[in-house]
C-alpha cells in the first residue's frame, strides 16, 4: 500500500503527463481506457482512507482540461 506522499506523486505523474497526451490525441475515446487503467492502478494501491482524496484530485485534473469521466 502506498502512502499519502507516494499517491500524490503518482497523481502528479499523471497530471504532468496529461497536456501532451490530451494534445496528441486523434480521438477522445482513446483516452479514456488507457486514464482508466492509470488511475485504477494507483487507486488499488491507494489507502483506503486517502481515495476520496485522490477521486478529488482526478475530477480537479481533469476539469483543469475541459473534461469530465465518462
Given at each position: 500500500m502506498k502512502t499519502r506522499a507516494q499517491?500524490?506523486?503518482g497523481l502528479e505523474h499523471l497530471a504532468q503527463?496529461?497536456?501532451p497526451w490530451l494534445e496528441s490525441l486523434?480521438?477522445?475515446a482513446q483516452?479514456?481506457?488507457q486514464f482508466r487503467a492509470l488511475v485504477d492502478e494507483l487507486?488499488?494501491?491507494?489507502d483506503p482512507a486517502d481515495?476520496?482524496?485522490a477521486q478529488r484530485r482526478?475530477?480537479?485534473?481533469l476539469a483543469?482540461?475541459?473534461l469530465r469521466w465518462r
Amino acid at each position: 500500500m502506498k502512502t499519502r506522499a507516494q499517491l500524490d506523486a503518482g497523481l502528479e505523474h499523471l497530471a504532468q503527463m496529461l497536456p501532451p497526451w490530451l494534445e496528441s490525441l486523434r480521438h477522445e475515446a482513446q483516452f479514456w481506457p488507457q486514464f482508466r487503467a492509470l488511475v485504477d492502478e494507483l487507486m488499488a494501491d491507494a489507502d483506503p482512507a486517502d481515495r476520496a482524496h485522490a477521486q478529488r484530485r482526478i475530477d480537479e485534473m481533469l476539469a483543469r482540461h475541459g473534461l469530465r469521466w465518462r
